[in-house]
């Protein structure tokens, strides 16, 4: 089975403008949630989508938003681009009402801005 | 504010003794500890978890322990092998999300 994948890896874009980062979840997981990891602060829980519907938001600012499609792949986006959105985007996937435990995460993609 | 507190960014250990990783909180509403590993590159995988109504989870050379009282949680890794060497990650869930802590990198010397 296929690991939880994340396109692409590596982005580099400079202030004002916006990104949109991919996940595909695992085969069967309906859950796909975001994180972003920057150094000193850990892993930032920014949202949760499953069938399609945000389920629950983390603390972060609207340029941050998501989607999930039906095929359940997701994606996020930040508009306005600042210098300290750079980080390692992370996501992750479940079977909705696992526990999380049974949450796989993706590699990641690393966002710099300039 | 955070939530969970890693205090030690980093932990230097020799191989083949025990390794100790501590994670406080403040939160009394998480009631479910994990911690994950993170090696380069790849995305943090889930190492051991502990309920709220437990106060210790073994898992091979891994175990958790919980003391509720004191909103502490650290992770004993006995013996260290050099595989081991990663970042550590304490989360604690509650209220339907994942708060994790700034993480730990240990490094295990051969």
């Known amino acids: 089975k296929a690991g939880v994948t994340q396109t692409p890896r590596y982005l580099i874009k400079t202030r004002g403008q916006q990104v949109t980062l991919s996940c595909s979840p695992i085969?069967?997981?309906?859950?796909v949630s975001w994180y972003q990891q920057t150094p000193g602060q850990g892993l930032q829980f920014l949202f949760e989508?499953?069938?399609?519907?945000?389920?629950n938001k983390g603390n972060f600012p609207g340029r941050f938003s998501g989607r999930q499609f039906s095929n359940s792949r997701s994606e996020m986006n930040v508009s306005t681009l600042e210098l300290g959105d750079s980080a390692l985007y992370l996501c992750?996937?479940?079977?909705?009402?696992?526990?999380?435990?049974?949450?796989?995460f993706g590699p990641g993609t690393r966002l710099t801005v300039l | 504010d955070q939530q969970v507190k890693q205090n030690s960014p980093s932990l230097s250990v020799q191989e083949g003794r025990i390794s100790i990783l501590n994670c406080d909180y403040t939160?009394?509403?998480?009631?479910?500890f994990l911690w994950y590993k993170k090696y380069p590159a790849e995305g943090p995988t889930f190492l051991i978890s502990?309920?709220?109504?437990?106060d210790k989870n073994e898992d091979g050379r891994f175990t958790v322990f919980l003391n509720k009282s004191a909103k502490h949680l650290s992770l004993h890794i006995v013996p260290s092998q050099p595989g081991d060497s990663a970042v550590y990650f304490c989360?604690?869930?509650?209220?339907?999300?994942?708060?994790f802590g700034a993480g730990t990198i240990l490094r295990v010397k051969s």
């Open positions: 992750a996937s479940r079977q909705y009402g696992q526990g999380m435990d049974e949450q796989f």
């Open positions: 085969s069967g997981h309906r859950s």
């Open positions: 989508y499953f069938s399609e519907t945000q389920r």
């Open positions: 939160n009394s509403m998480f009631d479910y």
């Open positions: 502990i309920s709220s109504i437990k």
């Open positions: 989360a604690a869930y509650g209220g339907n999300k994942l708060v």
